[in-house]
């Protein structure tokens, strides 16, 4: 298994060359879901209506970025195309998480790790359905969520770096974090996928 610096470095070395792509990718879709959730009551539901096929969008935007592939802004719409798919996954993955936060901050903190791989699966694999993609990624997480938390908790500080810099930082941040995250579910599934065909 990479340590996390190698997924940060190999972040870095997909994104040279490709930074005006990765942040205008990554601000269109914050403006539109940042834009949308402003609306003056319909913005709430329409949030939660394009909130899954954007993050799998965004998912799918970051892979092939993190893989040296071509990527377009396109590709950010992808998950409409199977939009009642992306919504469910959406969904399930938020009734989930909160729901186990009610009972304590940790074990949904725990849970939401474990879920986090769901987005990237649904962009991999058009046939799988929601909730087997986050059974598959609960699974596929055994073992990795401290390893994922702390590759999380690297971008605590250039997160507040970001804000004094008045959110600038952002533009830069959320794409490296993207594709970060994205070679960690890169290897992660690779790991799992040997595991299988060792069983």
């Given at each position: 298994?990479?340590?996390?610096?190698e997924?940060?470095?190999q972040?870095?070395?997909?994104?040279?060359?490709?930074?005006g792509?990765?942040?205008?990718?990554?601000?269109?879709?914050?403006?539109?879901?940042?834009?949308i959730q402003?609306?003056?009551?319909?913005?709430?539901?329409a949030?939660?209506l394009?909130?899954?096929?954007?993050?799998?969008?965004?998912a799918?935007?970051?892979?092939?970025?993190a893989?040296?592939?071509?990527?377009?802004?396109?590709q950010l719409f992808?998950?409409?195309?199977?939009?009642?798919r992306?919504?469910?996954?959406?969904?399930?993955?938020?009734v989930?998480t909160?729901?186990?936060a009610?009972?304590?901050i940790?074990?949904?903190?725990?849970?939401?790790?474990?879920?986090?791989?769901t987005?990237f699966?649904?962009?991999?694999?058009a046939?799988i359905?929601?909730?087997?993609?986050i059974?598959?990624?609960?699974?596929?997480?055994?073992?990795y969520?401290w390893?994922y938390?702390?590759?999380?908790?690297?971008f605590?500080?250039?997160?507040?770096?970001?804000?004094?810099?008045?959110?600038?930082?952002?533009?830069?941040?959320?794409p490296?974090?993207?594709?970060?995250?994205?070679?960690?579910?890169?290897?992660?599934?690779?790991?799992y996928?040997?595991?299988?065909?060792?069983?």
């Amino acid at each position: 298994m990479k340590t996390n610096q190698e997924f940060l470095d190999q972040a870095k070395k997909s994104l040279s060359g490709n930074w005006g792509i990765a942040i205008g990718g990554h601000l269109i879709a914050i403006l539109i879901l940042g834009t949308i959730q402003i609306i003056p009551v319909v913005g709430v539901f329409a949030g939660i209506l394009i909130g899954g096929p954007m993050t799998v969008g965004l998912a799918y935007f970051s892979l092939r970025l993190a893989k040296d592939e071509e990527a377009r802004i396109e590709q950010l719409f992808v998950g409409f195309n199977d939009f009642g798919r992306t919504l469910g996954a959406y969904l399930l993955v938020a009734v989930y998480t909160i729901l186990w936060a009610l009972l304590l901050i940790i074990p949904g903190l725990i849970k939401s790790m474990a879920y986090s791989q769901t987005f990237f699966i649904l962009a991999e694999d058009a046939e799988i359905s929601a909730d087997d993609a986050i059974v598959k990624s609960m699974d596929m997480m055994d073992g990795y969520k401290w390893k994922y938390f702390f590759l999380a908790f690297h971008f605590i500080g250039w997160s507040i770096l970001s804000v004094l810099t008045l959110g600038i930082g952002f533009l830069f941040l959320i794409p490296y974090m993207q594709v970060s995250t994205a070679n960690f579910y890169l290897e992660v599934k690779e790991n799992y996928e040997q595991q299988q065909h060792n069983a």
